[in-house]
């Protein structure tokens, strides 16, 4: 609808017929004041002719009375005068009648021509001015030569008048009748035109009124088009507003958009400024390139559509209680054309934050769905004595450390000790779980290795500092019990499978009871147990290592059906550590060996054999070797000794250094290496049972750790805990 | 901005648009030769890298120009802005494996006319001449 054009019509044919009464009452007007000043000279015409009509008979009279003055020799100069007065005073009304204009009718013409016959005969007595009469002794009065001629004259134009005066008259009444005629006329066409006049008067009222009307009527619907339009733009969920060519927001906009960006200016702001401060300032800059584009005609809309910056916006912004809150944003742009190219850019805004957490929701669900099943089928290559110890030992590591959580502590040194321990008990269980390829559980330990790392940085550490890892502990424990819950099932099944051939009345066994079986399995097996259960641990976890950092080596593993059960747990403790730093530092990538003319695939080697009382553990790699200087700089960077220090080192000295806790010199923190733990609690594992641990190295060639530990004890329920 | 003030006749008496893919793969700019269904659009030159497109630009003046973006020695986006100085009425894809929306704002910013993400079908990259050529 063309509201602007309907109007421009309307507006014009109220000034034409505003225009067309207006000179309609003009014209009634000054017609109305010709008529009436038309009339007012025939009144005044009516009112001489009547007067003149007496005229005729009182010089017929007046001219009888002179002749009776004149026989009777009497005294005539009166009745001259008198005559003369008169016959002028005619002539002169009579001349004005007629060259009043306003009577221009053949009975004034008749009139004038009959009075005109009377002045050849009245012309000759009214100039007389001479002596009428001689006076003498003897006679008395008589007439004199010219009294003699001038009474001739008076007898003629008595007779004259006698005979014409009613004719003239009458001419002259017939000239009133005419006048009377007119002035009747006009007073019959005043009232016609008065009464047309009051008429346009009142079409015009009518049309005003009309017009007022339906003005009225069309300011109504634009007041009721006006109030949808913004119910509408209140009640929406979308933010909608209409961008100019400056970028500007136009003055309608939807209320949607105070809730999503928290303000209310919207009117005259420009893009830029509307999300300035809410995304990075890179995401700004493309916004606005885009936003460009748009007004630009080059590309169409799908393709404008499909490369939409902000189809998807995360913006952070004050939630109104002191804190940040992130939302998502969808902008969609569409152009709106005008007769000469793009006139707006609308712009519709929705909140689809709910929509965005709900997908991510769904992503970590499958994900975790995914970690389960990938778990699952990892547990089911692990052996289930094996995985029992685990989990027990973990329980114990996790007790452990909520025991050194809750330790109270005060002074920050305190807070550190207990950060120190805790970071040692939970990388020697992502360690195991690692090594067991029990991914799962090692991502959420080493999430927690993350918190404790990011409080070491800290400058101060406060009791609080520590209430995130509670939770995340209380996570990691629940994990475990699901991770034990399946670990029955599995059990469950692997005995229940051969158990359904041989008997057949325990074909199903619950979990629980599953779980006691294992339980009395493992205790079984406890007395029995030999170091050769741990060679499938540590070659898959070889396998893993290789894979994860993109490395190629053969693990061999000798004589360990030699560990004595009481050594199991460090062995694997020891021989997991220096996997790692094989793969992670020893062992180089294929082109590398290649490049150093050495076997493409990497060897590890472990040997554990009795010698002499007690027992001896080699590990050896063929890799890069260890580099002293690279150690020292190590060291230094990592503030554990100083440079004066490390100027002064020996050799021997600074291959030492990697028993140090807290060293490595790994820049990246990974899941197998970086953390600075790792040696120095083998180091600690090997001393602690009474053993040496040594290190020898040729750069380029090998690294080889030897662990000489005495003979074992018997085993106790501690030892494999 | 019109692609037709660049046709010429071609040896049939049809008229032709003169094409120039740029990609660093081999196999990319087979791949997209071969899938090229329309017959007025005629190769013309193929380029590995930014400088190699200058140089077959300058000797075969193309219409319609496929361009990648991530290649060596001269990228995708300084050359458009390059080849649309030369001539302002050539008519660019960009085809990337780039998918973000930044990457494309600023290769249309510098000039190009079109957008494709790789990998795409057949279907996908005619749709995408013919929104170029239209």
């Known amino acids: 609808m063309n509201v602007a054009g309907a109007d421009r019509n ?11 009464l207006t000179l309609v009452m003009s014209a009634v007007l000054i017609l109305g004041f010709r008529l009436a000043t038309q009339m007012r000279a025939s009144v005044t015409g009516l009112q001489t002719a009547s007067m003149l009509q007496t005229y005729p008979d009182a010089i017929s009279q007046q001219l009888n009375s002179l002749r009776d003055r004149l026989e009777a020799r009497a005294y005539a100069g009166q009745a001259l005068a008198d005559l003369k007065v008169t016959v002028k005073r005619f002539d002169h009304e009579l001349e004005q009648l007629g060259a009043g204009g306003y009577l221009q009718s053949a009975e004034l013409d008749q009139a004038l021509l009959l009075w005109h016959q009377y002045t050849p005969v009245v012309e000759p007595v009214v100039n007389f001015t001479g002596q009428a009469y001689v006076d003498s002794d003897d006679a008395g009065s008589a007439f004199s030569k010219e009294g003699r001629a001038h009474y001739a004259d008076v007898k003629r134009a008595q007779l004259f008048a006698t005979e014409n005066a009613r004719r003239l008259q009458q001419q002259l009444a017939t000239v009133a009748t005419t006048l009377q005629q007119t002035s009747s006329d006009g007073a019959a066409r005043l009232r016609t035109l008065l009464l047309s006049g ?14 007022q009307f339906t003005r009225a009527r069309h300011e109504r619907a634009a007041k009721e088009a006006q109030d949808q339009t913004r119910d509408i733009l209140k009640t929406v969920r979308e933010g909608f507003f209409l961008l100019d060519a400056d970028y500007n927001i136009g003055s309608v906009w939807s209320e949607a958009l105070t809730r999503m960006f928290s303000r209310q200016d919207f009117a005259g702001l420009g893009f830029e400024d509307l999300l300035k401060g809410l995304v990075p300032p890179t995401t700004l800059s493309t916004a606005m390139k885009y936003i460009k584009l748009l007004w630009g005609e080059r590309a169409h809309e799908n393709l404008m559509k499909s490369i939409n910056p902000l189809g998807q916006l ?3 912004m004050d939630n109104g209680h002191g804190g940040k809150e992130t939302r998502y944003l969808q902008f969609d742009f569409h152009r709106v054309m005008g007769p000469k190219g793009i006139k707006h850019v609308l712009c519709a805004v929705g909140d689809i934050t709910s929509s965005v957490l709900l997908a991510k929701e769904l992503q970590e669900s499958q994900e975790s769905a995914n970690a389960q099943l990938d778990m699952m089928l990892g547990m089911m290559h692990v052996d289930p004595l094996q995985l029992n110890s685990f989990l027990d030992s973990t329980e114990t590591g996790l007790q452990l450390i909520n025991a050194i959580l809750k330790e109270p502590a005060r002074a920050d040194s305190e807070f550190r000790k207990k950060l120190n321990g805790l970071f ?11 090594a067991l390829n029990l991914m799962s559980i090692a991502h959420r330990v080493h999430s927690l290795e993350d918190m404790v790392s990011e409080l070491k940085k800290k400058a101060e550490l406060s009791g609080n500092d520590f209430l995130p890892m509670v939770l995340k502990l209380d996570d990691l424990m629940a994990h475990l019990r699901g991770v034990r819950e399946m670990a029955s099932r599995l059990t469950a099944l692997k005995d229940t499978a051969p158990a359904a051939a041989a008997v057949t009345a325990a074909a199903t066994v619950a979990p629980a009871r599953a779980a006691k079986q294992a339980a009395a399995h493992e205790q079984r097996s406890q007395q029995g147990r030999s170091g050769d259960d741990l060679s499938p641990t540590l070659h898959s976890m070889a396998e893993r290592l290789a894979h994860d950092h993109r490395k190629r080596f053969k693990l061999t593993i000798n004589g360990f059906a030699e560990v004595p059960g009481s050594y199991i747990a460090t062995v694997k403790d020891c021989v997991i550590q220096m996997l790692r730093n094989s793969a992670v530092h020893g062992i180089e990538a294929s082109d590398i060996r290649k490049a150093h003319t050495k076997d493409d695939v990497g060897a590890v080697r472990v040997d554990f054999r009795r010698s002499g009382d007690g027992y001896e553990l080699v590990f050896e790699d063929d890799g890069a070797g260890i580099s002293p200087d690279a150690l020292k700089a190590a060291a230094v960077r990592k503030q554990i000794i100083t440079e004066q220090e490390a100027a002064g ?3 021997r000295a600074a291959m030492a250094l990697i028993f140090r806790p807290g060293f490595s010199t790994q820049e990246e923190v990974s899941m197998d290496a970086g953390r600075g733990v790792g040696m120095d609690v083998v180091a600690r594992s090997v001393y602690a049972l009474g053993g040496k641990i040594g290190v020898s190295t040729n750069p380029g060639k090998f690294t080889r750790f030897k662990i000489v530990l005495p003979a074992a004890e018997a085993p106790s329920s501690t030892a494999v805990a | 901005m019109n692609a037709a003030s660049g046709k ?4 049939n008496g049809k008229k032709s648009f003169k094409l120039m893919i740029v990609d660093d793969s081999n196999i990319m700019r087979r791949r997209i030769e071969r899938s090229n269904q329309f017959e007025e659009l005629e190769l013309v030159g193929t380029a590995g890298n930014g400088l190699e497109a200058i140089e077959m630009f300058k000797k075969m003046d193309p219409d319609v120009v496929t361009m990648d973006l991530t290649m060596p020695q001269m990228d995708g986006i300084e050359c458009i802005s390059k080849l649309v100085v030369m001539k302002p009425a050539v008519r660019i894809l960009v085809i990337s494996a780039l998918a973000d929306k930044a990457t494309a704002v600023d290769a249309m910013e510098k000039g190009a006319n079109g957008f494709l993400n790789k990998p795409f079908t057949d279907r996908q990259l005619n749709e995408a001449i013919a929104d170029l050529m239209r």
């Open chain 1, 314 to 316: 995360e913006i952070t």
């Open chain 1, 424 to 434: 040692r008990e939970l990388h020697s269980i992502k360690g195991e779980a690692s």
């Open chain 2, 8 to 11: 010429v006749m071609n040896a």
């Open chain 1, 10 to 20: 309307r507006q014009l044919v109220t000034v034409g017929i505003g225009a067309m």
């Open chain 1, 649 to 651: 080192m020996d050799t």
């Open chain 1, 198 to 211: 009051v008429l346009a008067a009142l079409v015009l009222a009518g049309a005003a009124a009309y017009f």
